[in-house]
Structure formats: structure tokens, C-alpha cells
């Protein structure tokens, strides 16, 4: 069966960096474009990071930019959101998302359970 395991959350000041890390199982990990969301009590989520198969192609929402890195190995079935200078603001959970699509070009889509991240002083 499939799973998504996120981790690496925790407490930090701003200012400080925390690494995520998010580990698939049951699918091929490899066929899936794979994507960070977060969400914050009251919120909407929203996207944070994404990253193409390959890992090559990525993306991070301008709110981020500049301050997080997405990456993957799909060797270890792996991806990682590497978060430096953290704000308040960046307090929420942190979600992991694959997708893909079928043959009939029907969306496939997995979440993980969620990493809680709170930055406070």
C-alpha cells in the first residue's frame, strides 16, 4: 500500500533552518512529480515547493524564495525542504504531495500525514 511519511519538523527561533524530509512507499517514486504544501490554523493550504521527476525542474512560491530549497533523490525515494532563515510566518504543517497521472491521464495523487514546523521566539 502506499505511504508518505513526512519528518523533520520541530520548534526553532527565527532565523533558523530546519530540513524536511519526506519518504515515499508503494508507488514508484521515480513517476511522480513531488511537492511541499503548508498549512497555518486558520489558512488556506498553500504550495510551497515543487520538484519535476527527474528533480531537475523546481519551483518555490515567492514567499519562500530565496530561503528554501527543494530537492529529491529518487534513489532513496526521497525529498527534502531545506528551510534557512525562518519567520514567524513559516509556522504551519507542513504537508508532502506526489502526483502524477494514468493512462487515461487521471490524476494520482498521495498525501502524507503531515510535519508540524513552529518558529517563535
Known amino acids: 500500500q502506499v505511504q508518505i511519511v513526512e519528518s523533520g519538523g520541530g520548534s526553532v527561533q527565527p532565523g533558523g533552518s530546519l530540513r524536511l524530509s519526506c519518504v515515499g512507499s508503494?508507488?514508484?517514486?521515480?513517476?511522480?512529480?513531488m511537492n511541499w504544501y503548508r498549512q497555518a490554523p486558520g489558512r488556506e493550504r498553500e504550495l510551497v515547493a515543487g520538484?519535476?521527476?527527474?528533480?531537475?525542474?523546481?519551483n518555490v512560491a515567492d514567499s519562500v524564495k530565496g530561503r528554501f530549497t527543494i530537492s529529491r533523490d529518487n534513489a532513496k525515494n526521497t525529498v527534502y525542504l531545506q528551510m534557512n532563515s525562518l519567520k514567524p510566518e513559516d509556522t504551519a504543517v507542513y504537508y508532502c504531495?506526489?502526483?502524477?497521472?494514468?493512462?487515461?491521464?487521471?490524476?494520482?495523487?498521495?498525501w502524507g500525514q503531515g510535519t508540524q514546523v513552529t518558529v517563535s521566539s
Open positions: 520538484t519535476a521527476t527527474a528533480g531537475g525542474s523546481t
Open positions: 504531495n506526489a502526483r502524477a497521472y494514468d493512462y487515461t491521464k487521471r490524476p494520482i495523487i498521495y
Open positions: 508503494g508507488f514508484t517514486f521515480s513517476n511522480y512529480d
